[in-house]
């Protein structure tokens, strides 16, 4: 009996995860603490030296310059020859545009961004757009850290100097209502509580690095994190309203289950005009006349071919009575297109004299209730125990930190304990992001949990350096992002050594920079600026206006309202709608972040298939014709030569070698012109070199 007393034993702690107590002795819960003088590269040389590991020498110029606007910008850099200092060229990056719509995008995967709802109804977000331009705004405008997270959480609670600022906040809030919802399910209370738990997931491992989902039906298993505390911060999402946005050409959101809608105006907007209002109420019930009309016709129409056999194999009595059946069913058709034609041409008619509408936007608000919520038992809605005050979790004690107030649901202040300087957590989670992006590996490899079972930090000194300077320099992402790339541990080159190799494999003392394989927006865009087609500049139309989805087709029936074949633009990936279950072919293959989750840290693979899409795919064949094209059609190029220097500048950033120019010449010879470049253009989109940072 011993043996399963121990187990019993050992599996109830477990159970049970570590006390309050213990939890505020983990290494990730403890005040960052700054060694004085110090700085990246000496505590980087401090390891290389602790495990005898020589550092590799700098990398050329033409690789940094390359590194460096792929990190910064995602984007190549230009053939021209350019001598900018390197700290001058960083911060020409910094400000560029391009910043923010390639380190926006980092962000959207922790966002779990997406341009559609996925699950039971697919339905369009139509304006989530505003969300994604937002975060690439701020990314650009290099809003502090803290400031940012806290208009996500409730930037509607926030002050606001003006209009424009306060309906930023208010877009920013979708980031509590882009998460896939159960549109069908029938259970109002289960619904709103898997939106709550969806909202905390995102919230917890976003922002704090740790699984608090997990204690929805029971203490964490192994994090310090009872349930309680759970359903203290339940309380406060349960207390704010998600809100969809106006869906198109007058369709509302509250068409389908559980769903609210929000205009985004100068007054917080939350209300339409009344003949706005009058407007929509006539639109939405002639729009569902219309389709129910639809309906109905097809469900004949799916009785005709049955009808028409039952014709042909039927004789005497029976055929004329089959006969008479589907002339009544084909009468019956042709009354309901006369009907569908006139609902149809009225609601053309509505549309076209629609009155002004305000800017709609997805958010969140608090609801006119606010209330604590009570714990669910094994996380069943039907059985209920205490309630649970509004509040935050008890292993990061902030006696500072203001509580919930009883006149509002406590998401501001959630959002303001979330950014506290004496959170643990929230620094050094984003300075661990910034870092893996910039070298491949994160100094926790556990970007998205800090907690038990997450990675110990390889560098903690370093970790919490770059912590307590992110706070100390204002929250400032640039200014953490150019000490970083600014010092000699970023810059070394990534040439392999035998010592190296033998003792560090993966890299984990940063011995040498890392290659890393490029995202597929990154290729995507990369492709394009090769070609001459990529659109450099943002749309000015949101994707509904752009891609033509099927018109309400997602309203009622189950089918994808834009397939992979009508995603088709010039623009950067980042604008390329994020349709749930519907992405572009490209995206899954080259390891897009699932958008049903928050993502902090990309898979990695190099399998066959992405080889073949490269070799295969109609779209990149296209792309390589217009590379040929453009460099066949450059009049300043006078032969093969100059056009194969100029080819590998764009897609490499260098000349080629004698041994590559001697092989790309004499290729260039067994063919037509167009087709034999065409050909040596795929070769070098697909090859490896194109498709790694170095």
């Given at each position: 009996?011993?043996?399963?007393?121990?187990?019993?034993?050992?599996?109830?702690?477990?159970?049970?995860?570590?006390?309050?107590?213990?939890?505020?002795?983990?290494?990730?819960?403890?005040?960052?603490?700054?060694?004085?003088?110090?700085?990246?590269?000496?505590?980087?040389?401090?390891?290389?030296?602790?495990?005898?590991?020589?550092?590799?020498?700098?990398?050329?110029?033409?690789?940094?310059?390359?590194?460096?606007?792929?990190?910064?910008?995602?984007?190549?850099?230009?053939?021209?020859?350019?001598?900018?200092?390197?700290?001058?060229?960083?911060?020409?990056?910094?400000?560029?545009?391009?910043?923010?719509?390639?380190?926006?995008?980092?962000?959207?995967?922790?966002?779990?961004?997406?341009?559609?709802?996925?699950?039971?109804?697919?339905?369009?977000?139509?304006?989530?757009?505003?969300?994604?331009?937002?975060?690439?705004?701020?990314?650009?405008?290099?809003?502090?850290?803290?400031?940012?997270?806290?208009?996500?959480?409730?930037?509607?609670?926030?002050?606001?100097?003006?209009?424009?600022?306060?309906?930023?906040?208010?877009?920013?809030?979708?980031?509590?209502?882009?998460?896939?919802?159960?549109?069908?399910?029938?259970?109002?209370?289960?619904?709103?509580?898997?939106?709550?738990?969806?909202?905390?997931?995102?919230?917890?491992?976003?922002?704090?690095?740790?699984?608090?989902?997990?204690?929805?039906?029971?203490?964490?298993?192994?994090?310090?994190?009872?349930?309680?505390?759970?359903?203290?911060?339940?309380?406060?999402?349960?207390?704010?309203?998600?809100?969809?946005?106006?869906?198109?050409?007058?369709?509302?959101?509250?068409?389908?289950?559980?769903?609210?809608?929000?205009?985004?105006?100068?007054?917080?907007?939350?209300?339409?005009?009344?003949?706005?209002?009058?407007?929509?109420t006539k639109l939405d019930a002639d729009m569902l006349a219309m389709h129910t009309a639809r309906s109905d016709r097809y469900r004949i129409q799916k009785r005709l071919p049955e009808a028409k056999r039952a014709v042909e194999s039927a004789s005497g009595a029976a055929k004329a009575k089959a006969e008479a059946d589907l002339k009544a069913m084909e009468a019956e058709i042709a009354e309901w297109n006369v009907k569908i034609k006139k609902l149809e041409d009225d609601v053309e008619a509505l549309k076209d004299a629609a009155p002004p509408q305000p800017a709609w936007?997805?958010?969140?608000?608090?609801?006119?209730?606010?209330?604590?919520?009570?714990?669910?038992?094994?996380?069943?809605?039907?059985?209920?125990?205490?309630?649970?005050?509004?509040?935050?979790?008890?292993?990061?004690?902030?006696?500072?930190?203001?509580?919930?107030?009883?006149?509002?649901?406590?998401?501001?202040?959630?959002?303001?304990?979330?950014?506290?300087?004496?959170?643990?957590?929230?620094?050094?989670?984003?300075?661990?992001?910034?870092?893996?992006?910039?070298?491949?590996?994160?100094?926790?490899?556990?970007?998205?949990?800090?907690?038990?079972?997450?990675?110990?930090?390889?560098?903690?000194?370093?970790?919490?350096?770059?912590?307590?300077?992110?706070?100390?320099?204002?929250?400032?992402?640039?200014?953490?992002?150019?000490?970083?790339?600014?010092?000699?541990?970023?810059?070394?080159?990534?040439?392999?050594?035998?010592?190296?190799?033998?003792?560090?494999?993966?890299?984990?003392?940063?011995?040498?920079?890392?290659?890393?394989?490029?995202?597929?927006?990154?290729?995507?865009?990369?492709?394009?600026?090769?070609?001459?087609?990529?659109?450099?500049?943002?749309?000015?139309?949101?994707?509904?206006?752009?891609?033509?989805?099927?018109?309400?087709?997602?309203?009622?029936?189950?089918?994808?309202?834009?397939?992979?074949?009508?995603?088709?633009?010039?623009?950067?990936?980042?604008?390329?709608?994020?349709?749930?279950?519907?992405?572009?072919?490209?995206?899954?293959?080259?390891n897009f972040a699932p958008p049903e989750r928050p993502v902090a840290q990309r898979e990695e693979s190099l399998v066959p298939a992405q080889s073949l899409f490269l070799m295969n795919n109609a779209w990149v064949l296209e792309q390589a014709r217009h590379t040929a094209t453009r460099l066949l059609s450059d009049t300043t190029l006078t032969d093969d030569a100059q056009r194969l220097r100029r080819l590998y500048e764009r897609a490499f950033f260098r000349a080629p070698t004698p041994a590559e120019q001697a092989r790309a010449l004499a290729y260039l010879q067994t063919?037509?012109?167009?087709?034999?470049?065409?050909?040596?253009?795929?070769?070098?989109?697909?090859?490896?070199?194109?498709?790694?940072?170095?």
């Amino acid at each position: 009996m011993l043996v399963p007393i121990l187990a019993l034993a050992v599996t109830s702690a477990m159970a049970a995860g570590l006390s309050l107590e213990e939890g505020r002795k983990l290494w990730s819960l403890q005040p960052p603490q700054i060694v004085p003088g110090a700085s990246i590269d000496s505590l980087v040389d401090a390891k290389l030296a602790e495990k005898k590991l020589k550092p590799n020498a700098p990398a050329s110029r033409a690789a940094l310059v390359r590194r460096l606007h792929l990190d910064l910008t995602g984007l190549p850099p230009k053939e021209v020859s350019d001598k900018t200092d390197l700290s001058d060229l960083v911060d020409a990056l910094l400000s560029s545009a391009q910043f923010g719509e390639r380190w926006g995008r980092h962000w959207l995967d922790v966002a779990r961004y997406a341009d559609s709802n996925g699950r039971d109804r697919n339905v369009m977000n139509y304006h989530a757009w505003r969300y994604r331009d937002y975060v690439i705004a701020s990314l650009n405008a290099d809003k502090p850290y803290d400031v940012f997270i806290q208009e996500q959480i409730a930037g509607d609670l926030m002050p606001a100097k003006d209009t424009a600022q306060r309906d930023e906040r208010l877009t920013a809030t979708a980031f509590l209502a882009l998460g896939a919802k159960a549109f069908e399910e029938l259970k109002q209370d289960l619904f709103h509580m898997d939106v709550v738990d969806e909202q905390i997931e995102v919230i917890s491992r976003g922002v704090l690095g740790l699984s608090v989902a997990c204690a929805r039906c029971h203490d964490h298993k192994f994090d310090p994190i009872p349930t309680a505390d759970y359903y203290a911060i339940a309380g406060i999402l349960r207390s704010t309203q998600p809100l969809y946005g106006h869906g198109p050409r007058g369709i509302k959101a509250t068409m389908f289950h559980h769903t609210e809608f929000h205009a985004l105006g100068g007054d917080a907007g939350q209300k339409l005009a009344p003949a706005a209002l009058a407007y929509f109420t006539k639109l939405d019930a002639d729009m569902l006349a219309m389709h129910t009309a639809r309906s109905d016709r097809y469900r004949i129409q799916k009785r005709l071919p049955e009808a028409k056999r039952a014709v042909e194999s039927a004789s005497g009595a029976a055929k004329a009575k089959a006969e008479a059946d589907l002339k009544a069913m084909e009468a019956e058709i042709a009354e309901w297109n006369v009907k569908i034609k006139k609902l149809e041409d009225d609601v053309e008619a509505l549309k076209d004299a629609a009155p002004p509408q305000p800017a709609w936007t997805m958010g969140a608000r608090d609801r006119e209730a606010i209330a604590d919520c009570r714990i669910h038992i094994r996380g069943e809605t039907t059985s209920l125990g205490d309630s649970v005050p509004r509040g935050f979790l008890q292993v990061i004690s902030i006696p500072s930190a203001n509580q919930p107030s009883k006149s509002q649901s406590g998401r501001l202040e959630l959002a303001q304990w979330l950014t506290h300087r004496d959170n643990p957590l929230t620094a050094r989670v984003m300075v661990n992001r910034v870092w893996q992006k910039l070298f491949g590996r994160a100094l926790v490899t556990t970007p998205d949990d800090f907690g038990v079972n997450g990675a110990k930090p390889s560098h903690p000194e370093l970790l919490d350096y770059l912590a307590v300077r992110f706070m100390q320099q204002g929250w400032s992402v640039k200014k953490l992002i150019r000490e970083i790339v600014l010092s000699q541990a970023y810059q070394r080159s990534t040439d392999q050594s035998p010592g190296g190799l033998e003792s560090d494999p993966d890299n984990v003392w940063l011995w040498r920079m890392a290659p890393r394989p490029v995202e597929v927006e990154m290729l995507r865009d990369s492709i394009l600026a090769l070609s001459g087609q990529l659109d450099p500049y943002p749309p000015q139309k949101p994707f509904l206006d752009r891609f033509h989805p099927q018109k309400d087709a997602e309203l009622f029936t189950f089918k994808p309202f834009l397939t992979v074949e009508a995603i088709v633009d010039h623009h950067r990936s980042v604008y390329l709608p994020v349709v749930r279950g519907t992405l572009p072919e490209m995206f899954p293959l080259f390891n897009f972040a699932p958008p049903e989750r928050p993502v902090a840290q990309r898979e990695e693979s190099l399998v066959p298939a992405q080889s073949l899409f490269l070799m295969n795919n109609a779209w990149v064949l296209e792309q390589a014709r217009h590379t040929a094209t453009r460099l066949l059609s450059d009049t300043t190029l006078t032969d093969d030569a100059q056009r194969l220097r100029r080819l590998y500048e764009r897609a490499f950033f260098r000349a080629p070698t004698p041994a590559e120019q001697a092989r790309a010449l004499a290729y260039l010879q067994t063919g037509g012109p167009e087709t034999a470049w065409t050909s040596l253009c795929q070769t070098i989109i697909g090859s490896a070199e194109f498709r790694v940072v170095r």
